[in-house]
T-cell receptor, first 114, second 112 residues
Framework: AQSVTQPDIHITVSEGASLELRCNYS??????LFWYVQSPGQGLQLLLKYFSGDTLVQGIKGFEAEFKRSQSSFNLRKPSVHWSDAAEYFCAVGAKEYGNKLVFGAGTILRVKS | DVKVTQSSRYLVKRTGEKVFLECVQD?????MFWYRQDPGLGLRLIYFSYDVKMKEKGDIPEGYSVSREKKERFSLILESASTNQTSMYLCATVRDRSSPLHFGNGTRLTVT
């Protein structure tokens, strides 16, 4: 069965520091990969997605993610974190074979300290 | 811009009550989903629908049912609410698998 693992429940970084949020997946098919962000009291917003092609994808708000098939990973990165990036981040995975269903990770809560 | 509207932001119900959570979308999308979100568990799929009157079970359908009588409306039903169904419920819609999910703002349900 497909699964998505976000190993870090909480991460705290200083404002201006770099950030990497980890995501590993277990899928029997070629995956579609997404990162969503949820700010406190808000709905989920898409940051970026990977379907095919260049394995380094750029998203909104200065985020990027790299798909590494050999490691079954899709880690999210940002070179310099802003206080407004404090939120919960979800990795999600889908596949053509599973229709339009997505499986979400448990989420990583990002805290930013000034 | 796609709009997904969940009828209630907060809901408090008693154990054993029948509960209806409503979701309406305005973009003519065929695919609609109900997730529940719990701390440390992320989003878990309850049910989804890919067309009117069509539905499929997700990963945690027990205790829930759904209704899709019109394309724009997807209802989640708790036949007899229980305290372990206290959660945040999120409705989502998507055009196709290459498109992002569009989420409603959620309904926080408390069952006492």
């Amino acid at each position: 069965a497909q699964s998505v693992t976000q190993p870090d429940i909480h991460i705290t970084v200083s404002e201006g520091a770099s950030l990497e949020l980890r995501c590993n997946y277990s899928y029997g098919a070629t995956p579609y990969l997404f990162w969503y962000v949820q700010s406190p009291g808000q709905g989920l917003q898409l940051l970026l997605k990977y379907f095919s092609g260049d394995t380094l994808v750029q998203g909104i708000k200065g985020f990027e993610a790299e798909f590494k098939r050999s490691q079954s990973s899709f880690n999210l990165r940002k070179p310099s974190v802003h206080w407004s990036d404090a939120a919960e981040y979800f990795c999600a995975v889908g596949a053509k074979e599973y229709g339009n269903k997505l499986v979400f990770g448990a989420g990583t809560i990002l805290r930013v300290k000034s | 811009d796609v709009k997904v509207t969940q009828s209630s932001r907060y809901l408090v119900k008693r154990t054993g009550e029948k509960v209806f959570l409503e979701c309406v979308q305005d973009m003519d999308h065929e695919n609609m989903f109900w997730y529940r979100q719990d701390p440390g568990l992320g989003l878990r799929l309850i049910y989804f629908s890919y067309d009117v009157k069509m539905k499929e079970k997700g990963d945690i359908p027990e205790g829930y049912s759904v209704s899709r009588e019109k394309k724009e409306r997807f209802s989640l039903i708790l036949e007899s609410a229980s305290t372990n169904q206290t959660s945040m419920y999120l409705c989502a819609t998507v055009r196709d698998r290459s498109s992002p999910l569009h989420f409603g703002n959620g309904t926080r349900l408390t069952v006492t």
